[in-house]
């Protein structure tokens, strides 16, 4: 097959496939914006094996959900890995109404995770994690060691993740 038949057969597959495989993995990842990340890596991998797809459309959809389902397990073991990223709502902000009950309630968490925070880790998670400063810059515009940035950061995201998980 030529490259043209190629990409013809990709976006089909993810015209007809994509929203169901974004749902899928909204579940894993738990947010939207991870998902299109983790979607647009199991449509760059379903391109890459192109001549590997099944030639039937169930074929097709059971090797993109097991792709999908390996790539959201990879991102997760990759953030398991790396220091870990919160991402929190500003206080301020109301719950869009696509939201659903879970993610509405698991924001109020978040919110009162974080506000459960002595202000030194508050401080330098917002820094870190809503500014996207980073830890030297963190370190320099509050005068202490970039350990102690690091260190009131990962103790601050544990103890938000105590505070949801309980």
């Known amino acids: 097959m030529d490259d043209t038949h190629h990409r013809a057969r990709i976006e089909q597959i993810h015209a007809k496939h994509s929203l169901a495989l974004l749902r899928y993995l909204i579940r894993f990842a738990g ?13 760059l991998r379903a391109w890459r094996h192109r001549d590997a797809l099944p030639g039937d459309e169930n074929g097709v959809r059971g090797w993109l959900f097991t792709v999908a389902r390996n790539v959201a397990i990879d991102a997760d073991r990759m953030r398991r890995v790396r220091p870990a990223e919160v991402t929190l709502t500003d206080q301020n902000d109301s719950v869009a109404a696509s939201d659903t009950p879970d993610s509405a309630i698991a924001a109020q968490e978040m919110v009162r995770a974080f506000a459960s925070l002595s202000e030194m880790q508050r401080d330098v998670i917002r820094q870190i994690y809503f500014r996207g400063d980073s830890i030297e810059e963190v370190a320099t ?3 202490i060691p970039a350990g ?3 260190s009131r950061a990962h103790y ?4 938000m993740r105590a505070a949801v998980s309980s």
């Not at 947010?31 to 449509?43: F, K």
């Not at 601050?156 to 103890?159: F, L, T, Y």
């Open 156 to 159: 601050g995201v544990q103890a």
């Open 148 to 150: 102690t940035v690091k």
């Open 141 to 143: 515009r509050l005068g």
């Open 31 to 43: 947010e939207r914006h991870a998902a299109e990340d983790m979607l647009q890596e199991t449509m």
